[in-house]
């Protein structure tokens, strides 16, 4: 979902910028110009102008950014002002590794539940949260005012375990599933569709490319 007037490459590039101002917090720096902020992410100064202005600018003219202002207001920007409660369906390798993942709780994201339908995995406790079966769904949903789901389970049960999230109330779907769960739900459905393979094959296209233009001397 976009917000009025802002295309979807500024809202995909917010994230990078906050990562980079984290950082450059950690690092005790207190100001940054765009051209200083354009050599170390590999965005041009004007790029940074544009996407900032989007937004109200946030510099002065002859000072730069301040790095920890700045920091403050992409994150209310990005909603990272306060805690969402998520929930991972699908408690396999990955579901279990993403809910073993605490920096996603300094960001906000916090980690009320993981479910799974195998009664295998009942009771396994994921960092200190044990796993639930999927039939409790419903009623944990309401109780603890779940926002975000995170689906980590085979394609095949994708479509009707969002469908069943999304009818007790969840309005955000980050999805692992390999397929498009945007194109199957209302529209006031935000997902946001995670292909690991697909990054993976960029990967290998970029890999390709640069062996095609670097051979090895034989």
Request: charged share 25%; no cysteine.
């Amino acid at each position: 979902m976009e917000e009025k007037g802002i295309s979807r490459a500024v809202i995909k590039r917010l994230p990078r910028y906050y990562r980079y101002l984290g950082e450059l917090l950690e690092d005790g720096v207190e100001r940054i110009s765009s051209g200083e902020l354009s050599e170390r992410m590999k965005v041009t100064a004007s790029q940074i102008r544009q996407d900032l202005n989007n937004f109200g600018g946030f510099g002065q003219q002859g000072y730069g950014y301040n790095v920890r202002y700045l920091y403050s207001e992409i994150g209310k920007i990005l909603g990272l002002d306060r805690v969402h409660n998520m929930i991972f369906v699908g408690a396999g390798n990955l579901g279990q590794a993403l809910a073993n993942y605490a920096a996603f709780e300094r960001s906000g994201f916090k980690t009320v539940g993981i479910f799974d339908v195998n009664p295998v995995l009942k009771g396994i406790s994921v960092r200190g949260i044990e796993i639930r079966m999927a039939d409790e769904l419903p009623e944990f949903i309401k109780e603890h005012h779940v926002e975000i789901a995170a689906l980590t389970l085979p394609k095949a049960k994708a479509v009707e375990m969002a469908e069943i999230l999304v009818d007790n109330g969840v309005k955000a779907i980050w999805n692992f599933a390999h397929t498009d769960l945007n194109l199957k739900l209302p529209k006031d459905v935000i997902v946001e569709n995670v292909h690991l393979s697909e990054s993976l094959m960029r990967l290998s296209y970029n890999l390709t490319r640069y062996e095609a233009e670097h051979p090895k001397n034989n």
